[in-house]
């Protein structure tokens, strides 16, 4: 299939403005995303606009892969903080990923529960919407509560608002040193307190994950004597626990958490947010499953025997399950995405009519086509 | 400023549509009388005065959803309220609308420090959440300068910000979940205890919608441990250029102060005068706050002193006693009362990018000339938010007006600038017909169209956050 590759916001929305079908947005191709429709991708809308590192700020266009963003920061000592997970291991994907894809999923990892998400680092849009028009929202600057916040609504929205051509981000210093706390074979109900416990110090943790089974880690950032000061009272106070040695600079360990690289392979993968302490209780509900908790319990990965309903087995929770791993006929079965009560998905199908009201961009994502059809 | 002429039908009704609030309310919680209302005629802008058809103070999420279903049925317009402290006129009300305050929701309903939230009722006082968990060691960390009165309520409803949000982020930023009435009395929850609420981020999009698109009853809070301790260190020097590089510098060597204040000459005089904090005579002053350990913030302010020390400060001054912190935050803190001292003024909070502080300040200073007006700014400096304080004459015909003008000029130099309109206080009425400067026709009708989904009649705060002439269409249609 040919794909489309519109090199100016022009382009692109003269392209929507004729469509007489849908389209599937690709920004990198790599977060494992099909739907029915002409493929659009925003590689030819690509390249830094706009760099301050003095100002934390960076504008930058939504094709530009994650690579070039990542290395234009570095060089500057800076980087994106809320730590975008890569989804090419886990899904068996391939090509480069891009800023855009990162914004249209809200992909935060690790460090989320210290800096905030992907949406919380998006300071400003532009997208082109279903009509054809060129729009914006927000800007460059690190408040602004001028209008709505759209920005938040197109974070996360997986291309099914508009299609996103430049974004506006804030980017942080990357920390001098780095040291995780490990602690070897504790259950994951006690793995969880325990990274709750470390969690409600006044010690900025800026990661806190436990794989079942294995390691249980959590990670301080900053200068070394601080790392170092840190790293002592904590050991102190989550000694109930277990043994905790700190170990320096171990970057590749949380790259594997951000990319769950423990459950790469066979199965289906799913990613639920939980009220953190709900999340041992919840994993073994599930029969099979392996886990890995991130976000000190807050984020569980779950990999469970193919075609598993985990919605089902979990029943009612507070939180939400996304299935990130599977064939399509269990995707089409199950759904991607936990379905909204009624008013809430009531205000989504509105929003989406009025930003895309002939229904072009990525149909059938977040809001299950299978589902409306059926329903 | 305008306002929209009050719906003479409802004004008609007013007898019969206060009868029916008080069917679904306890008594004592609707207030008609019309030397009642007066209390509710304006909020921190006080320029603008208008007393509302009726007040309802429910106390529950239930009678909230009453009041807002019959004013729905009735196609009376509702004007929600905090604590009524907004800046921006978010909470004035016209004369056809009933005032829904929500300052008696004002319990705490859960406290978790395991999974470290904490559920309010949304009239509950900023400074209070923090005190119902301070004991603990925890604390809510938005602080906007108004946290002792404002609502949380309000907060969400302007995504407030703060003197500390250059680490700990705005209100959105900490905001986990509400419990949320549409104008049609449904209610809805969104998000809770665990992070990034599933589906749209709708969430994101309550936070900062000015009350337009529902009235939150409750709100999921994130909390945080009380960092160990702070210490802020003063720097003065000979010009704002200096000051703006010493920011931009300070940021790129990778400490990140929770607070970076500055001051300049007209503000620092101001506050002298006032406070007698002992500010030195400069240009531009700096006020840059580190949290941590003792050893921890030592070493923090040792590389950002060093920094200060290369652009050759005119004073450097270093806390090393509680006293001292207290002494270097006193002026700063006495500002905005210091600049009252000198007459009325208006505080705009206009946001530019950091690299253009010196050429934005510059300006200002021309733009005071011109205008004859006194203008002093204090602002996070961190963040690009600027606070320049008018000083105005509120007896003098027309002193109002121009210095108004003069306001707007500066809010246009910031959208120049290539910044925004407001960062923290809100568009409201005060900055709503500027907001077509900053935003392209299309770029609003996106942002109305929000607002058609979660509110067709256009029932909620109407006349605010959009210029009248771009929302007339749907006013109109909807009545």
Known sequence: ?375 | MQMPTPDPTILARKDEIVRQLGQVLPKGAVISDVSETRAYECDGLSAYRCPPLAVVLPTTTQQVSDVMRLCHAMGVPVVPRGSGTSLAGGALPTGDCVILGVARLNAVLETDYDNRFVRVQSGRTNLSVTGAVEEDGFFYAPDPSSQLACAIAGNIAMNSGGAHCLKYGVTTNNLMGVTLVLMDGTVTELGGAHLDAGGLDLLGLICGSEGQLGVVTEATLRILHKPEGARPVLIGYDSSEVAGACVSDIIKAGVLPVAIEFMDRPCIRATEAFAAAGYPDCEALLIVEVEGSPAEIDEQLEIILDIARRHDPVELRESTSAEESARIWLGRKSAFGAMGQMGDYMCLDGTIPVSELPFVLRRIGELSAEYGLKVGNVFHAGDGNMHPLILYDANKPGDLELCEAFGAEILKLCVDAGGCLTGEHGVGIEKRDLMSYQYAPEDLEIQMAVKDVFDPKWLLNPAKVFPLENSAARRIAAE
Not at chain 1, 280 to 291: K, T
Not at chain 1, 349 to 357: E, K, M, S, V
């Open chain 1, 1 to 375: 299939m040919t794909m489309m590759c519109p090199d100016t916001e022009d382009a692109l929305a003269g392209m929507i403005t004729a469509a007489d079908g849908p389209f599937q947005i690709v920004g990198g191709g790599t977060r494992g995303f099909t739907v029915q429709g002409a493929a659009l991708s925003t590689a030819a809308l690509s390249g830094i606009s706009l760099y301050e590192p003095g100002a934390m700020t960076l504008v930058v266009r939504a094709g530009t892969p994650m690579a070039e963003v990542d290395a234009a920061l570095a060089v500057e000592g800076q980087r994106l903080a809320f730590e975008p997970m890569d989804h090419r291991a886990v899904l068996g994907t391939t090509g480069e990923p891009t800023i855009g894809g990162a914004v249209a999923a809200n992909v935060s990892g690790p460090r989320r529960i210290q800096v905030g998400a992907c949406r919380d680092f998006l300071l400003g849009v532009r997208f082109v919407d279903g009509q054809g028009r060129v729009l914006k929202n927000g800007g460059r600057v690190m408040k602004n509560v001028t209008g709505y916040d759209l920005v938040k609504l197109m974070a996360g929205s997986y291309g099914t608002l508009g299609v996103m051509t430049e974004l506006s981000l804030k980017v942080m210093p990357v920390a001098r040193s780095m040291g995780t706390l490990v602690a070897e074979g504790l259950s994951d109900a006690a793995a969880v307190q325990a990274l709750s416990a470390a969690l409600g110090t006044p010690f900025d943790v800026s990661g806190a994950a436990h794989v079942q089974g294995g390691r249980t880690m959590v990670r301080l950032e900053g200068f070394a004597a601080s790392v170092a000061y840190r790293a002592a009272a904590l050991q102190a106070i989550l000694a109930p626990f277990g043994a905790w040695a700190l170990e320096m600079d171990n970057a590749q360990d949380w790259q594997n958490v951000r990319d769950v690289a423990a459950l790469h392979g066979d199965g289906d993968l799913w990613r639920l947010s939980v009220k953190p302490s709900d999340a041992p209780g919840l994993v073994a509900r599930v029969s099979g499953a392996r886990a890995v908790y991130d976000w000190a319990g807050g984020l569980i990965w779950l990999a469970v025997p193919e075609g598993t309903d985990v919605r089902t087995a979990l029943g009612v929770f507070g939180g939400h399950a996304t299935l990130i791993r599977a064939d399509i006929g269990t995707k089409q079965r199950l759904g991607v995405f936990q379905p909204q009560p009624a008013p809430l998905a009531a205000i989504e199908a509105g929003l989406r009519a009025r930003f895309d009201p002939r229904g072009l961009f990525n149909p059938g994502v977040m809001h299950s086509a299978v589902q409306e059809k059926a329903g």
